[in-house]
C-alpha cells in the first residue's frame, strides 16, 4: 500500500485519482454515465481508504463556501482552476463532473436561512416509492445484511445504507449508492468513507467502555470493522462470506480486550467450534 503519511503527491497520484473517479462514478456521482447496480466491483477498504484524501484534496475552498450565496457562482470553472493550481488537468471531464456533484451534493445538506437541506431516503419511503430497486437490492444481497449476512426477518431490522458517505453522493434514483444493512451493522458503520479510518481499525480502546457493546464485548464499530475487513469466516477452508450464511465476531482471546486484533469471524456453522 501506497504512504498514507500526508503529502501533496497523494492529490496528483494517478492511480488513487483514477480509483477516486471509478468509485464514485460507480455509486452515481457521474451524471454522463449510469452506474451499473446490478453487478457492481467490489472495492476493498484499502482501495476505499485510498481515495479519502482526494475527495475534499480537489475540492476548490471557493466551492465549499457557495451555500453563503443566494446565487451561487458556477462550480466548474472553481474546479478546474483548483485542480490546475495542484498539477492535475482541468480538461478531465469526468473528474470535474464527479467533484461538481459531490461539492453539490454536500453544501446541499446545510441548512441555512434562505433553504431547507436535502433529506435522506428511509427503507420505509425505499419500499413503497422504489419497490423494484429494493427487490433488486435484496435479491443481490439474498435477502442478508450485506456486512454480517443474517437474514432479515420480523426480528432483524433491515435499515438503509448509502455505501459512500450520504452528504457526498446521496440517493441516486436507480439506487446506485444503496446497500441493506441490519441495525447493528449500520450503527457500526458510522459516517466513514472505508472501515480503516475507524479507531477501533487500529485497536485504538480509548473511550470504549462509554459506547455500545455487543455480546462479544467489542463495539459495534470494531465489530463492523471485522466484518468488512475480514469479509468471511476465519475458520481454515470454510471463507463463507456474508451472502451465503450469518456472520458473528467472537473474541480469539479471553484475555484480551475485544480490539480487532483479538477478535474473529465466525459463520453460524462453525460458530460452535469458537
Known sequence: MRSLLSSPARLTDPIAVDLFKKIFAQHG???RRSADTDTPVMYSQEERLAVVPLIFGLMPADALDRHLYRRPPPLKPLIRSHLRAIGLSGDDEDLVDILQNVIYHYTSTLAFPHRSPRA????????L?????YQSIRARQ???CAACGVLFTDDVEETLDHVLPWRLIGDPPNGANWQFLCRPCNSGKQHWMSSIQAPQSFNWWYGCPEQQLTDSGATEEARFVLLTQRQ???LTNCGKGPRETSLHVVKRY?????????LEVRCEAHLSTY
Open 254 to 262: 479471553e484475555t484480551g480486550l475485544a480490539i480487532a486484533d483479538n
Open 232 to 234: 468471511g469466516c476465519e
Open 120 to 127: 435522506k431516503r428511509s427503507i420505509g419511503e425505499i419500499r
Open 29 to 31: 456521482a457521474l451524471t
Open 142 to 144: 439474498r435477502g442478508r
Open 129 to 133: 416509492n422504489a419497490s423494484k430497486t
